[in-house]
């Protein structure tokens, strides 16, 4: 049973002391969810005090076990495929930049997706050019610090590499002279994916604007509070324009999705420490952050799309962390 594997694993790690207290707080959360009575009573009395200090808290999926960090990462994109609502703010918002791109710029259009998971969001953005015959090549680059990552993309990409529609590359690294070769090749391409797997934080080195947009979903919660407002500041100096989708804590939508994820329990126990890792909606308007624009919707769970516009905001690059 797969609550069981989760536990055999969780404690083997128990040893090593920096995981520890992550740890314990997954174990306690796994053991909670073997019986929906224990799971109750486990939102009842250690929600509230998680909250307090949720920066400390690890998913199981930043933990090091790439089989899980494998399955969550299947089994959240499986989600938003099989519910696009859930990126459509942030696709509906990259399909409008590639269209402005394409009449302003020659040459392929460089987006880069930070802790870019399963790639669902980009598989949805490329079926919506295709079916509006958008003819301008794009180069997605997906940075990612998992080592599960590539088996995934692989899997969800292949009828679209078969068909000649997309090339996948990957990369260790990436140098402005990297950049360049891509984007000569992407010009030959209709799509070109560049899986770049790296911690984010090894592109500080690449010039200003080196892509058109820089993004990502639900990563904000894995990041320090220094991380995050480090990312922000990467982000400014990467490209002209950021966008971030990402969900609200909300305790309704912890329930909800105890009910709807009951059988899937390793993305069930990481989606539960993101809810409670997330900003709330109140926190996002008592703390409006210069030169980010936030808009929330529901999708059908509370999320918001934040962008910033490095052309409206000047120099003002404060993420709207917290
Ligand atoms: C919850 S997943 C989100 C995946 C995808 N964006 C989505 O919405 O389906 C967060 C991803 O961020 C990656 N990640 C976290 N910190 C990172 C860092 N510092 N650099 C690169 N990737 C990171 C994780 O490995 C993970 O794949």
Redesign the pocket.
């Known amino acids: 049973m797969e609550i069981e594997e989760i536990i055999t694993d969780l404690k083997s790690l128990r040893s090593d002391s920096s995981y520890r207290a992550a740890v314990d707080c997954n174990l306690e959360l796994f053991r909670a969810l073997r019986f929906p009575i224990s799971f109750f009573w486990w939102s009842v009395f250690r929600i509230p005090r998680l909250r307090k200090r949720r920066t400390q808290l690890a998913e199981l999926?930043d933990l090091p076990f790439p089989c899980w960090?494998q399955s969550i990462?299947e089994t959240?994109?499986g989600f938003?495929a099989e519910v696009p609502l859930m990126l459509t703010p942030i696709r509906e918002g990259i399909v409008a930049e590639l269209e402005r791109l394409r009449e302003v710029q020659k040459k392929p259009a460089l987006l880069i997706?930070?802790?870019?998971?399963?790639m669902?969001?980009e598989r949805q953005v490329m079926f919506q050019l295709l079916r509006a015959r958008s003819q301008a090549p794009v180069v997605f680059f997906g940075?990612?610090?998992?080592p599960a990552?590539l088996d995934v993309i692989t899997a969800k990409f292949r009828p679209l590499v078969a068909k000649k529609l997309l090339r996948i590359e990957t990369a260790s690294r990436l140098s402005a002279d990297d950049l360049k070769k891509f984007e000569q090749k992407a010009a030959a391409q209709r799509f070109l994916l560049v899986l770049v797997s790296?911690?984010?934080?090894e592109l500080s080195d690449l010039p200003e604007d080196s892509f058109n947009l820089v993004y990502?979903?639900?990563?904000r919660h894995?990041?320090t509070p220094e991380?995050s407002r480090r990312l922000d500041q990467l982000s400014a100096h990467l490209a002209p324009k950021i966008m971030e989708l990402d969900d609200l804590f909300s305790i309704p939508q912890i329930v909800l999705a105890g009910v709807f994820a009951w059988r899937f329990p390793a993305a069930l126990g990481?989606v539960i420490f993101?809810y409670l890792r997330d900003r709330s909606k109140k926190e996002l308007l008592s703390q409006p952050v210069p030169g980010w624009t936030v808009s929330f919707c529901r999708n059908p769970i509370w999320c918001h799309l934040s962008v910033y516009d490095k052309a409206v905001a000047g120099d003002q690059v404060f993420g709207p962390s917290g």
Not at 143 to 146: F, G, I, M
Not at 198 to 201: A, C, L, R, S
Not at 216 to 219: D, E, G, I, P, S
């Open positions: 999926g960090q990462l959240l994109s938003e997706s930070v802790g870019c998971g399963g669902e969001l940075v990612d610090s998992s990552v790296t911690d984010v934080f990502h979903t639900r990563l894995h990041l991380e990481a993101s």
